[in-house]
């Protein structure tokens, strides 16, 4: 079943050959450039991913529409080379719709087909241009998916079951003892502006939009923050008390010790490890020969 007469994500999909109404999925339109977020993005997912930090879930909004997706950076800062980037381990994020605004109100055919099939406009354009796909489709430990409508989500899920485009809703995080996180999608039918159509408990009810549940991974202890207990213990000397907190400031992740006026860190520039005291920063070595010494490089 194609519609016709709905926006897509690619050029010739809409069911009737017209040509896309909404910016392609790799358009940039200048935004990501504005105040350095592009490189503080990728400086913070890199963060995550060198040290290891597990079960990371980022909440946004204003996309105007409900969608979960796996996130990717550049290893190698190259933010404007699609080509080099690579998923963050064990991170997604979750886009929650508007409460009311533009966008939603526009749809008029609230049919799970046509949900559907702009899920899978979106997954297509994005797929066609290397960037990570919506949904949550082989995530780690994802189990129980539902979605309103769609009978084959929980044993074969697919992207419209990680995606609402019409409704007016919100997301509801549950965490157990265990850690096992729950995630669901409530909204109401979306209606045009100022029609006064909100919620009603019998014409326009709240609904299970979608729901999953993820397992967590096993945390590990970062490399790096191993690293700098193991030095914290093997030059006392030099630190003073153990258990300083770790820092960021770019490109540094590093500890301060007030009793010796010291500071150890590395360089994201060039993977080095950095000791300051007395006014001289010494260049120690690199952080590879280090976690090798200190027994984290495992």
């Given at each position: ?9 690619g050029t ?7 040509a896309?109404?909404?910016s392609?999925?790799?358009a940039d ?12 993005r ?9 040290n ?7 909440l ?11 996130l ?8 404007e080379?699609q080509a080099?980037y690579?998923k963050?381990?064990y ?6 719709g ?8 526009l749809?008029?055919?609230h ?7 702009y ?25 129980n ?14 992207a ?9 809703n ?9 850690g096992?996180?729950t ?7 979306a209606?045009?502006?100022n029609?006064a ?6 014409k ?5 939009v979608f729901n ?9 202890t970062?490399p ?9 213990s ?15 400031q770019?490109p ?10 010291a500071?150890?860190g590395?360089s994201?520039?060039d993977?080095h ?22 027994g984290?490089?495992?």
């Amino acid at each position: 079943m194609t519609l016709t007469n709905l926006p897509s994500f690619g050029t010739g999909v809409d069911g009737n050959g017209a040509a896309s109404t909404y910016s392609a999925p790799n358009a940039d339109a200048g935004k990501s450039w504005q105040g350095g977020y592009r490189a503080e993005r990728n400086a913070l997912l890199k963060y995550i991913a060198d040290n290891k930090i597990t079960n990371v879930v980022f909440l946004s909004t204003d996309d105007h529409q409900n969608r979960i997706n796996e996130l990717t950076y550049s290893p190698t800062g190259e933010t404007e080379k699609q080509a080099s980037y690579v998923k963050v381990p064990y991170t997604f994020e979750i886009v929650a719709g508007p409460l009311g605004a533009t966008g939603p109100d526009l749809i008029t055919n609230h049919t799970f087909a046509m949900a559907q099939q702009y899920a899978n406009s979106m997954f297509a354009a994005q797929t066609a241009a290397g960037i990570e796909p919506l949904g949550l489709q082989g995530y780690p430990g994802l189990k129980n998916v539902s979605r309103l409508n769609d009978p084959n989500a929980g044993t074969t899920p697919s992207a419209v079951d990680f995606y609402s485009p019409d409704t007016f809703n919100y997301n509801a995080l549950e965490i157990s003892a265990s850690g096992q996180l729950t995630v669901t999608s409530w909204g109401i039918v979306a209606t045009a502006q100022n029609s006064a159509s909100e919620y009603d408990a019998s014409k326009n009810p709240v609904q299970k939009v979608f729901n999953f549940q993820i397992d967590p991974v096993a945390n590990t202890t970062p490399p790096l923050t191993c690293l700098l207990n193991w030095a914290e213990s093997a030059y006392p000397k030099l630190f003073g008390a153990a258990g300083a907190v770790s820092q960021v400031q770019l490109p540094y992740t590093y500890r301060y010790y007030k009793n010796t006026d010291a500071y150890v860190g590395v360089s994201s520039v060039d993977n080095h490890v950095y000791y300051l005291a007395a006014g001289v920063l010494q260049d120690v070595g690199a952080l590879s020969g280090w976690l090798k010494t200190a027994g984290c490089d495992k």
